[in-house]
């Protein structure tokens, strides 16, 4: 546990649960009952939640220039970003994204929290607005579930975990393919999953782990996913500091805590009892917890910022008509009377790095070549020596069409002047956007313009969208000298 504000934290551990939540006293799996819990934020999240999984569904199907939105084809290292296309020659453009990406993860994390977490993250997203709503469909809400699962084994119980296990297993198939084909892209998978798995084992057995990954996970090992494997869960600390928004409960206001009944609130307005803060300990805010913590033990690696006590906790400040927030957004700095500082030290240097970053980002980017040009020498003799004497070089022209548009282009001979090219097969060769094609041209110079054992020749590459390249290659010959 972190420590939390204006507490220590205990310097023994008592008992498994002290250590996780998930755990019970005799070291087995606490199972989590977390109630559902509407309100403003439960609101905005289900919103956020429905339109991420739209996306997640949609992304690689919607195609933009011709390629799916999303698409990274590790097997032909290409990527595909909302029409931008990344090839295996862009690995520093790649680099300079992700070190971008991951340091706007570390700013937002600073300012704002795990809010990633209660927010965004799939595990979160799909948890608590796709299998925990089914859940309850078919088995019921949380203390029937948990007291069916106490209870003894009954068709009625088999029946229920049978169909809400169908179901996950239909939803874990869907997700799984999904994943694959921002991979493969649905055209690819569609052509696989028409063939027998006899014909295509690899697939066959990659698509069932992950659809077994994808179950597991959601039907079995939830929230110890956020508690107990994620690694960005234990690197919070580094990047929190007392001015990131948390969601913390306030102990100025809510302490002493202690039960509300109208007979206590009798006895602390005629001075019998004392005056105790707004925290009625009802445990509202515990109970809807989807990682089991108690938040008024302060800030804890398990919160994952999912603003569930947020509402519970409202709910109960309103029928006590006191103001909401007893549990809220704020930051360490704030709950002990400290303005919360948003341009600090730290925010200040992620953001520049971020400006500066996404600014050699989007320069390497806009100046990056539309064509990627390559030449080598045909396997075999350097050059060989035609009839009527002339010297002939077998190259290879590897051109990549690095526009979002179908075209063609074609070779002219450039330096030296007696230079004449003959391309095997069609030209002009046409390029689909991203395509690569492996073109070998005969190049023919006469034997006089070998002063030396090299020369170097210059060619000409049209293309239909008007672009020329002029590149160099190396001929080589026998000196006439
Ligand atoms: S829901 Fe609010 S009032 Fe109830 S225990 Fe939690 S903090 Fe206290
Ligand atoms: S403490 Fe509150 S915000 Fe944190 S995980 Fe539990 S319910 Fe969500």
């Known amino acids: 546990m972190l420590e939390p504000p204006g507490r220590s934290a205990p310097s023994v551990l008592h008992s498994p649960e002290d250590v996780l939540t998930t755990l019970s006293s005799d070291g087995k799996r606490r199972w989590m009952y977390p109630t559902e819990t509407k309100g403003r934020y439960h609101f905005r999240r289900k919103i956020l939640a429905w339109v991420l999984i739209v996306l997640y569904l949609a992304l690689p199907i919607i195609p933009i220039k011709g390629m799916p939105a999303v698409m990274l084809d590790f097997v032909h290292r290409e990527f595909s970003l909302f029409g931008l296309i990344f090839y295996p020659t862009d690995t520093l453009l790649m680099m300079i994204f992700m070190v971008g990406i991951l340091l706007t993860v570390v700013l937002v994390t600073a300012l704002l929290g795990r809010v990633w977490c209660g927010w965004a993250c799939p ?18 809400p949380e203390h029937v579930r948990k007291r069916r699962n106490e209870g003894p084994n009954t068709a009625d119980k088999f029946v229920r975990k049978g169909i809400k296990q169908g179901v996950f297993l239909v939803i874990a ?128 690696m398990e919160c994952v910022a999912c603003t569930q006590c947020v509402d519970a906790c409202d709910h109960i400040m309103d029928n006590l ?59 075999g003799e350097p050059f060989s020596e035609l009839q009527d004497g002339r010297i002939t070089n077998r190259l290879r022209f590897r051109v990549r069409n690095q526009t979002a548009d179908p ?53 000409k590459i049209s293309f239909s969208d008007g672009t020329v390249l002029e590149p160099v290659y190396t001929l080589l010959g026998p000196n006439s000298n």
């Open 407 to 459: 075209l063609e282009f074609d070779f002219a001979p450039g330096t030296p002047s007696s230079m004449v090219m003959r391309v095997v097969g069609a030209a002009p060769v046409s390029l689909e956007p991203g395509e690569i094609k492996r073109i070998e041209v005969w190049v023919i110079v006469p034997r006089e313009v070998f002063s030396e054992t090299s020369i170097d020749a210059s060619f």
């Open 173 to 300: 198939i869907l997700l799984s393919h999904t994943f694959i084909a921002y991979f493969v892209s649905w055209s690819t998978l569609i052509e696989w999953l028409q063939r027998p798995p006899a014909e295509n084992w690899g697939f066959f057995l990659l698509t069932s782990l992950v659809t077994g990954l994808v179950w597991f996970d959601f039907a079995y090992f939830r929230e110890q996913m956020c508690t107990i494997a994620c690694p960005y869960a234990r690197m919070q600390s580094i990047m929190l500091d007392r001015d990131s928004m948390i969601v913390s409960y306030d102990p100025n206001r809510g302490e002493p805590r202690g039960k509300f009944s109208k007979k206590i609130a009798n006895q602390i307005e005629q001075g019998v009892l004392p005056a105790q803060g707004d925290c009625i300990d009802c445990f509202a805010c515990v109970r809807t917890c989807p990682t089991g913590i108690d938040i008024r033990d302060g800030l804890q």
């Open 123 to 140: 595990q979160t997203v799909y948890l608590e607005f796709l299998f925990r709503p089914i859940e309850r469909f078919i088995e019921g």
């Open 321 to 379: 008509e006191k103001p909401r927030g007893l549990i809220r957004y704020t930051s360490e700095n704030q709950l002990e009377g400290i303005k919360t500082n948003i341009i600090r030290p730290r925010s200040v240097i992620y953001l520049t790095l971020i400006i500066l970053i996404f600014s050699a980002f989007t320069l390497t980017l806009t100046s990056r070549d539309a064509f990627d040009v390559n030449i080598g020498r045909v396997v």
